[in-house]
């Protein structure tokens, strides 16, 4: 398989274009995060009054990106400005061909526990990554940590809290799937992605 086909579609940092419709300029965009079917991204310039209408009033839109040497468009509607400045699109396109994940991750370090087990041992530890779907762990030191669970994150405004199911283990990391998770929960983690994502892109406003 080559390395096209390997790689997602869009992620974090790829250049876009956003067509607002309505005759507005084009505006060129980065991709920040990707939350199931919302995509973030941040103007590359400041977009225009017009564009600014169009996208208050959640309108149709499209993104374009380049695939595989071809051009491509996803269709969408404007879904607001998330806190950071970034532009929410609800994309309507299914774009799951060569995209693996649904959620961007980032490398934070929190601290993590699992308690109520279900099958072997609670444990305590520090995240290695994050997304709003799961969760990749630093591999506690117990003998035979829980496949499932009830996990705990500290972020910086408090606890973060869901049911979790181990999906990968190594010696040195497991990865968690969130399974019950409030809507709640779930818009914290992504805006800590998002805004980590933007720090990243700001520190390297080249690449």
């Known amino acids: 398989m080559s390395q096209a086909h390997r790689d997602p579609i869009l992620h974090e940092g790829a250049h876009v274009t956003l067509d607002a419709g309505g005759d507005t300029p084009l505006l060129p965009c980065r ?6 079917d919302e995509l973030a991204l941040l103007p590359l310039k400041p977009p225009q009054p017009a564009t600014w209408r169009r996208l208050a009033m959640r309108r149709p839109c499209m993104v374009l990106f380049e695939a595989g040497g071809q051009m491509r468009a996803l269709r969408g509607n404007a879904a607001g400005v998330r806190s950071g400045g970034f532009l929410a699109v609800a994309l309507t396109d299914d774009f799951r061909l060569g995209q693996k994940r649904r959620h961007s991750r980032a490398p934070l370090s929190f601290p993590v526990s699992l308690a109520d087990p ?11 990554d994050i997304s709003a779907a799961g969760i990749r762990v630093e591999r506690p030191a117990v003998d ?13 405004d408090g606890e973060v809290t869901a049911r979790a199911v181990l999906v990968q283990a190594s010696p040195e990391w497991l990865s968690y799937r969130f399974g019950e998770i409030d809507a709640d929960g779930t818009k914290r983690l992504a805006a800590l992605v998002l805004a980590y994502n933007r720090r990243q892109f700001a520190a390297k406003p080249g690449v």
């Open 144 to 156: 035979d940590p829980a496949r499932s669970g009830r996990l705990t994150i500290a972020v910086p």
């Open 118 to 128: 279900d099958e072997g041992q609670a444990w305590s530890s520090t995240s290695l």
């Open 31 to 36: 991709v920040v995060g990707l939350t199931g």
